[in-house]
C-alpha cells in the first residue's frame, strides 16, 4: 500500500507515543505492520481527552480503535479500580469481543471480568481491592451493579466508557437509560468521563455525537469513509416458493453463507424449507437460547461449508469470521441495515458479494432502491426520544430504592441534572410523582418520598429484577423439553392458537404437550408429521423514509441508474409502469374506478409511521364512516364519496394541515403498555406528550404535511 509521506509520519508518530506493552500486542500478537488511519485518528482523540464518536463498517477495525488508546490510557496512568467500562447492547457481543480484549488486557496484566445475565451469579461480583480494569456489562447490568455501594464505589476512578453499536441504542428508551447511566457514572467518578461511542453508519453523526457527549469535552467524530471497491450483486426473482427456495439452495451450496431474512418466522419458515438440501444449516433468531446460537457462531467459523439462516441479530458486530456470500431474501427495510449486512462480506481484501432472492418486480424494485440510496451514502438519520417520560418513572423508582426514602426536592434535582430529562420542567415532574402516589407506586411519610405497594407489586418480584429494563418483558412462552433443556421461546398468541400440530422452532420439529401460563412454561417433546406457521407479535418497521424516497426517485426519473441485467432491467420496467409520473416529494391524490365506489389513492413515498398518522387524521376529518387502509408507499380511502372522491379527499387533506399539531394531538389514540413498560406510572399529559412527539413524531409529520404539494388528478390510476 502506498502511504503518503505525511500520513506515514503521523501513523509512525501515533505507533511511538503509544504504551510499550500495547505496541507489543499490535505488533507481535496481532501481527500488525501499522494501524488503520480510523484507530490513529481515534486514538490522537481519546489522547486529547475527547469525547470521540468511531463510524465505521462491520470489519472496519473501530473496536480496536477504542481498545487501543483506552489500554493505552490505562497503562500509561496505573489507574486502581475499575478504569474502563465496555457497555454493549447485547450479551452474545459481550461473548464475543471478549478473547479480542483479552488479547491486549492479558499480555499487559489488566484484569478483564463480564457482567450480564448469563454470567453466573458468583462471577457478577469481585473481592474488596479486586476489581477489574476493565468491565464488560451491558445497561440493565449497570443498573442492578449501581445498586451495590461496594461494588459501585470501585467505579470512581473510572477513565474511560466505551458504547458499542451506538446505532443500535438512540431511538430506544433503552437509549435513554444507557444515556442517563452515562451522567450518573460521572457523578460516581465525580469527573466528566470520557466517551468513546463506536457505530455502523449512520445519516445525522454530528447529532450522534452531540447526544453522546453532551458538549462537556467537546467531541470528535472518527468517520474515514471507506474506499470505492467493487461490489457483486446478484439477483434472483421467483415468484413460486419452492422454486425461490431451490435457486436459493444453488446459491449457497458448499459456500459459507449468511442468508439474512426480515423476522423471526421467515428464519423458521426458510430453515425448513431448506432442510436437507444444504449441508451445516444453522439458524440464529433472538427467540432461541443463547446455547444454540452459539453453537451456530461456533460451527460457521469451522472449516468448510456452512450456512445461517439469520435475522438482525446477526447484524451487529460479533464475529462470524470469513464468508463467501451474504444472501438477502426479501428487501431489508432500511439502507443501514443493508450496509451492516454487505459489511459481513468482502472481508480480507476480496469484494463483497451480495446475492439478493426476491419473490416479484415490486421487492427489485424496493431492493434496487436500497443498493442506490446505499451507493448515495444516504443513510437513516437516527432520532432519540424527546419525552422520554417512561424513563424517567423508572429512574424515580430506582433513585427511592437505592435511597430506601428520599425527599422531592432530590429526586427533582437528580433528574434535572440528567441530560435526557433537561427539557422536562419542574412541574412536569411534580405530575408524575403525583400520579405515581395516587396509584401507590410511591409513598409518602411526611416530606419523604419512598417506593409504594404498587411498584412492588407490579415490579418487586426476584428483588426488583423487573424494575432495572425498559424493554416490556411478557407475551412470550419458554419452550422446554421433559428434561428441562431450553430450545426457545414462543409467542403467547401462538401458544394459545397452536393446537396438537407440530411446529418449527431452531430448525427443528416440536410439539407442545402442556404448559403452565403461571410460569410462562410450554412443555415439548419432537415433532412429526403437517407443521404449523411459528409467529412471533411484533410491530412491523416498515419501509424506512429514505428507501421510500429512493423508490419514489426511481419512479419519478422512470428507472435505475445500476447496470441491471436485461432480465431485472425489464422486471423493473415492468413495476414502474404500475404507477403514474410523479414529481419527487409531492402528495399524488389519485382517483381510480372501483367495484361499487371509486377509490382515491394517495401516494406519499413517507412510510409507514407517515402513512399511519394521516390515515388516523383523515378518518377524523370525514363526514361519513370510510375505510381507509394505508402502506409505506400511501393510503387508499374507500367509499368516500360517489362523485369527485379525489377532491373530497384532497379538502380533506387541507382540513388537516389547517387543524395542525395541537388538534391532531387530540384526535390520535394514546399508547399505554403495549408501548412503555412504566405507563401505569404516568398521568394522561405526560403519556400525550410521549405520543406527540416520540410516538407519531407530530411537530416532523407536520412541517413535511405543510411542505408538500398536493397534485390532485380524478379518474387516473395505474
Known sequence: MNVPANREMESMETFSRLHEGVKDVISHRLGWSELRPVQEEACRAVAGGYDVLVIAPTAGGKTEAALIPVIDGIMKGAFSGVAAVYIAPLKALINDQEERFAEFCLPNGLELAKWHGDVPKGGRAWKDGEAPHILMITPESLEVLLMEPTLSSDLCNLRYLVIDELHAFVESDRGVQMRVLLDRLDRVAGRAIQRIGLSATVGNPADILSWLSGDRHGGILVHIPSPAREKHFRFVVERQDNRRMMALARLISGKKALVFVNSRSEAESVTRALSGKVEQLLVHHSSLPST?????????????????????????????????????????????????????????????????????????????????????????????????????????????????????????????????????????????????????????????????????????????????????????????TPDGEVVGKLDARFVAARGKTSFSLGGKSWTCIGSDELHDLVVVVPGEGEQSEVFWTGSQAGISPVVCHAIEEILSRGGSVLPLPARERDLLASAVGEFPALRVGALHVLEKPGPKWPEVNILTFRGLRFNSTLAALLRAESARKVAILYDDFGITVKMVAKEGPAAVVAGMLEQVRKRGMQNAATVLKVPGQEVWKFARALPETSLREMAVHDYYRLPGFFRDLAGASLISKPEEGP
Open 292 to 480: 444454540l446460537r452459539r453453537e451456530a457462531e461456533k460451527a460457521f467459523s469451522e472449516e468448510g461449508s456452512a450456512c445461517i439462516i439469520c435475522t438482525s441479530t446477526l447484524e451487529l458486530g460479533i464475529d462470524i469470521g470469513d464468508l463467501d456470500v451474504v444472501v438477502q431474501v426479501g428487501p431489508p427495510g432500511s439502507v443501514s441495515s443493508f450496509l451492516q449486512r454487505m459489511g459481513r462480506s468482502g472481508r480480507r481484501g476480496k469484494p463483497p458479494h451480495v446475492a439478493c432472492v426476491l419473490k416479484d418486480a415490486g421487492e427489485l424494485l424496493w431492493m434496487v432502491a436500497v443498493i442506490e440510496a446505499a451507493s448515495r451514502n444516504e443513510v437513516e438519520p437516527l432520532r432519540p426520544p424527546e419525552k422520554p417520560f417512561n424513563v424517567l418513572a423508572q429512574q424515580i423508582l430506582l433513585e427511592l430504592l437505592r435511597k430506601r426514602r428520599s425527599s422531592r426536592t432530590h429526586i427533582r434535582r437528580f433528574l434535572r441534572g440528567l441530560k435526557p430529562f433537561s427539557s422536562i420542567r419542574g412541574r412536569e415532574i411534580d405530575s408524575v410523582l403525583a400520579h405515581m402516589a395516587e396509584m401507590e407506586m410511591i409513598e409518602r411519610d411526611g416530606d419523604m418520598l419512598m417506593a409504594g405497594k404498587g411498584a412492588e407489586q407490579v415490579f418487586g418480584r426476584s428483588n426488583w429484577k423487573d424494575l432495572f429494563s425498559v424493554i416490556s418483558g411478557g407475551g412470550e412462552f419458554r419452550a422446554i
